[in-house]
């Protein structure tokens, strides 16, 4: 798929009595003085999602291990399958986020991957979205050279499954969100077939900044599988939504209760490895699609991050969001997504009368 900065989503339109049914549309965003809270009114938002989590990792302390229930929106599970500790990392510019990497551990061992697990009820239906770097000086899993893809499949972004042991259980479906699969080529798929191969990374993967990621998966039709995924990064921003067959997956059903952050790294050489994850969110349910999203730019053409935020509480005419979850919005932009992937035009959101609790938007 050639680079498109001008595409912004691929909308699903609704028929109703013949007519196209109406995008979200915003009215007005504000800062609350009395409680810190954001108000994003307006009409057509629909209802909302359910959120399993959201961890922006800035309630911990940079070194400390990652506290299952300090995340904004929800509980981690614990660590999936393996041991390692995943701990805060502190940026140095004022971003905390999560390290992919157990430095404590041995290479030779699994317990190296600093593992969070995120579970749920069984859904059908469900939508990931988090940021993922390679800092400065470190490389890519797999790779033995900084600003390189390896040749060798590396890298598991995010690992969701129907259960304990599913990677290794054909009859138990697993997703890998995406992998990397070598060269620069990545797949959603998993250990029980491929859904689709997507854009080479050599066109969208940041080398200086945060990638952020968007995957939508749909598992409730008994001939496809619907799925949405999008890069934002200062490289491009992609976005692709269609279906696959549902025969190219082995599972005996098809749901998931569970995805890992991240799901795996290893092969290739990896003593320089270094991974950071931040901005992590997980929604299920019949509106998984919805959702509020919080960009750096009105237009695709100067957007570099885009992140998926929860919501305090969700109306069709009305958002409230908690300003612990967006850190100041004084420079940044917000679009609502209903449930069927439609979605405003992005709003700037601007504070005339900002209280001392908002502070300056930095999105992370």
């Keep these: 798929m050639l680079p498109n900065r001008a595409l912004y989503f691929l909308p699903v339109l609704a028929l109703t009595g013949g007519a196209v049914a109406a995008a979200p549309s915003i009215g007005s965003v504000e800062l609350l003085a009395d409680s810190g809270e954001v108000r994003v009114s307006g009409t057509?938002?629909?209802?909302?999602?359910?959120?399993?989590?959201?961890?922006?990792?800035?309630?911990?302390?940079?070194?400390?291990?990652?506290?299952?229930?300090?995340?904004?929106?929800?509980?981690?599970?614990?660590?999936?399958?393996?041991?390692?500790?995943?701990?805060?990392?502190?940026?140095?510019?004022?971003?905390?986020?999560?390290?992919?990497?157990?430095?404590?551990?041995?290479?030779?061992s699994m317990n190296r991957i600093s593992q969070l697990e995120a579970r749920f009820k069984n859904s059908e239906k469900v939508f990931i979205a988090?940021?993922?770097?390679?800092?400065?000086?470190?490389?890519?899993?797999?790779?033995?050279?900084?600003?390189?893809?390896?040749?060798?499949?590396?890298?598991?972004?995010?690992?969701?499954?129907?259960?304990?042991?599913?990677?290794?259980?054909?009859?138990?479906?697993?997703?890998?969100?995406p992998t990397h699969v070598g060269g620069g080529n990545f797949t959603l798929g998993g250990n029980d077939g491929n859904i689709t191969w997507l854009d080479g990374g050599g066109g969208w993967w940041s080398w200086n900044d945060f990638n952020n990621l968007s995957i939508g998966i749909d598992l409730s039709s008994s001939s496809e599988v619907s799925y949405y995924w999008r890069s934002v990064s200062d490289r491009d921003v992609r976005s692709e939504r269609s279906v696959s067959d549902r025969n190219k997956l082995s599972a005996d059903e098809l749901f998931l209760n569970r995805v890992n952050f991240p799901g795996w790294w290893g092969n290739g050489d990896n003593s320089d490895f270094?991974?950071?994850?931040?901005?992590?969110?997980?929604?299920?349910?019949?509106?998984?699609?919805?959702?509020?999203?919080?960009?750096?730019?009105?237009?695709?053409?100067?957007?570099?991050?885009?992140i998926v935020v929860p919501a305090k509480s969700w109306s069709s005419s009305e958002i409230i969001l908690d300003s612990s979850i967006v850190e100041g919005l004084e420079g940044s932009f917000i679009s609502i997504v209903d449930a069927s992937g439609r979605a405003s035009d992005p709003v700037p959101i601007v504070c005339t009368k900002c209280p001392s609790k908002i502070r300056v938007l930095e999105i992370k």
């Design 274 to 306: 270094n991974g950071l994850y931040d901005n992590t969110y997980v929604a299920i349910g019949e509106n998984y699609l919805a959702r509020i999203e919080i960009r750096d730019g009105m237009d695709d053409a100067d957007t570099t991050r885009l």
């Design 130 to 177: 988090f940021s993922v770097k390679v800092p400065k000086g470190t490389t890519f899993a797999g790779a033995s050279s900084t600003q390189d893809f390896p040749s060798v499949s590396s890298w598991k972004f995010s690992w969701a499954l129907a259960a304990d042991g599913a990677y290794s259980d054909p009859s138990d479906l697993d997703l890998t969100l």
């Design 44 to 108: 057509g938002f629909g209802s909302g999602p359910d959120v399993v989590i959201f961890d922006n990792f800035e309630a911990g302390r940079g070194g400390e291990p990652v506290v299952y229930d300090s995340a904004t929106v929800g509980e981690w599970g614990g660590t999936g399958w393996y041991n390692g500790i995943a701990r805060y990392v502190d940026e140095g510019n004022g971003n905390l986020a999560m390290t992919a990497r157990d430095r404590k551990q041995s290479l030779s």
